[in-house]
């Protein structure tokens, strides 16, 4: 029986008619906001053929569930305030998603430069608390780490320069 469950759960969902692929996909795109290559995507694996996939995504773009700048916004602030991501991997994401450079911009700018500055300083004392050992090496992880959370690297060696003037 749990075979059987596995396999059915395994199988690919096969769309052949374009009016309920977009019902799926509008319901797919209303769960959460999607960028346009997710949607892409899941209409290949649904099977559809690159016209009616091209003609849903414009439909869905003119009904307005799928909105690129919306998506971006809400990823980039999403990442931010929920994983604590720098504006560097945000974008690297993004562009991996084929988000055009203006909406890259306005995804940016939804991140504000004094929280921006404060969630960094936040992640390296966090990471400083958690070390042991001698403080010069202290400060050296606690920047690795921050940056490779894709903060850049000159704000987060300003930011090491001065928690190290004042210990």
Same mark, same amino acid.
């Given at each position: 029986m749990l075979m059987q469950d596995r396999v059915e759960r395994e199988k690919k969902i096969r769309i052949t008619k374009i009016d309920v692929a977009y019902k799926k996909a509008e319901t797919?795109? %209303? +769960?959460?906001?999607?960028?346009?290559?997710e949607v892409r995507n899941k209409l290949y694996e649904w099977g559809l053929w690159?016209?009616?996939v091209e003609k849903i995504i414009a439909q869905l773009i003119t009904e307005?569930?799928?909105?690129?700048?919306r998506f971006a916004k %809400? +990823?980039?602030g999403g990442k931010f305030r929920i994983k604590k991501w720098g504006r560097l991997k945000i974008k690297i994401e993004l562009k991996k998603r084929r988000i055009t450079d203006y909406c890259?911009?306005?995804?940016m700018s939804e991140i504000d430069d004094d929280d921006y500055t404060a969630a960094l300083k936040?992640?390296?004392e966090k990471r400083l608390s958690q070390l042991k050992g001698k403080k010069q090496l202290q400060?050296?992880?606690a920047a690795r780490y921050a940056i490779s959370r894709g903060y850049e690297g000159d704000l987060v060696w300003d930011?090491?320069?001065t928690l190290q003037s004042k210990s």
């Open positions: 797919y795109c %209303a +769960y959460q906001e999607r960028c346009q290559q690159p016209d009616a307005n569930f799928l909105n690129e700048e %809400a +990823y980039a890259l911009k306005a995804a936040q992640i390296i400060f050296q992880n930011l090491i320069k």
